[in-house]
T-cell receptor, first 111, second 115 residues
Framework: GENVEQHPSTLSVQEGDSAVIKCTYS??????FPWYKQELGKRPQLIID?????GEKKDQRIAVTLNKTAKHFSLHITETQPEDSAVYFC??????????FGSGTRLLVRP | NAGVTQTPKFQVLKTGQSMTLQCAQD?????MSWYRQDPGMGLRLIHY???????DQGEVPNGYNVSRSTTEDFPLRLLSAAPSQTSVYFC??????????????FGPGTRLTVL
């Protein structure tokens, strides 16, 4: 179907530890997979994205991996800091350019 | 550039009233979308447009209409407001396929309450 399943819904980590959020989808026509960060009371902002012809992408402490065969993709944040605390959303775009979001993960980084 | 702008920021309606949420972007983006965000449910796509004159339904289109007569504007109309439409509404735009970029730039949101 259209949905993107996102897990976990909440994640609490100690500052300096890594955080991993995973999303799964079923539509094999999906070709673009972004991740958005939303701080409390603010609008969502793109932090990293990956296209279907790439398996991994990194940007400093953030990385995204994509397994097209298994239809899942993950966000990895290393050396977490308190300012990483926010809600993170994954999303997928299908061949009609429709962007469907997961339900979000609330990340808390404990100092 | 102002980016993506939305008006109003807050709105209270009574059941059955109609209204239009305004959205405009000054980045010459092809794609524009409307999402609603309810607590614990993430962002759900209402309607989207891949260019002027073209609109399509998203995940939750019932009770809403859109039109895209210009590249810049993408208003969302609530036909007969219901309490279930109480939500935060975000408009977003992206360059689209011709620009090769799908990053969504979100507006600041409109908080709508239907009594």
């Amino acid at each position: 179907g259209e949905n993107v399943e996102q897990h976990p819904s909440t994640l609490s980590v100690q500052e300096g530890d890594s955080a991993v959020i995973k999303c799964t989808y079923s539509d094999s026509a999906s070709n673009y997979f972004p991740w958005y960060k939303q701080e409390l009371g603010k609008r969502p902002q793109l932090i990293i994205d990956i296209r279907s012809n790439v398996g991994e992408k990194k940007d400093q402490r953030i990385a995204v991996t994509l397994n097209k065969t298994a239809k899942h993709f993950s966000l990895h944040i290393t050396e977490t800091q308190p300012e990483d605390s926010a809600v993170y959303f994954c999303a997928r775009m299908d061949s009609s350019y429709k962007l469907i979001f997961g339900s979000g993960t609330r990340l808390l980084v404990r100092p | 550039n102002a980016g993506v702008t939305q008006t109003p920021k807050f709105q209270v309606l009574k059941t059955g009233q109609s209204m239009t949420l305004q959205c405009a972007q000054d980045m010459n983006h092809e794609y524009m979308s409307w999402y609603r965000q309810d607590p614990g449910m993430g962002l759900r796509l209402i309607h989207y447009s891949v260019g002027a004159g073209i609109t399509d339904q998203g995940e939750v289109p019932n009770g809403y209409n859109v039109s895209r007569s210009t590249t810049e504007d993408f208003p969302l109309r609530l036909l007969s407001a219901a309490p279930s439409q109480t939500s935060v509404y975000f408009c977003a735009s992206s360059r689209g396929s011709s620009g090769g970029a799908y990053e969504q730039f979100f507006g600041p949101g409109t908080r709508l309450t239907v009594l």
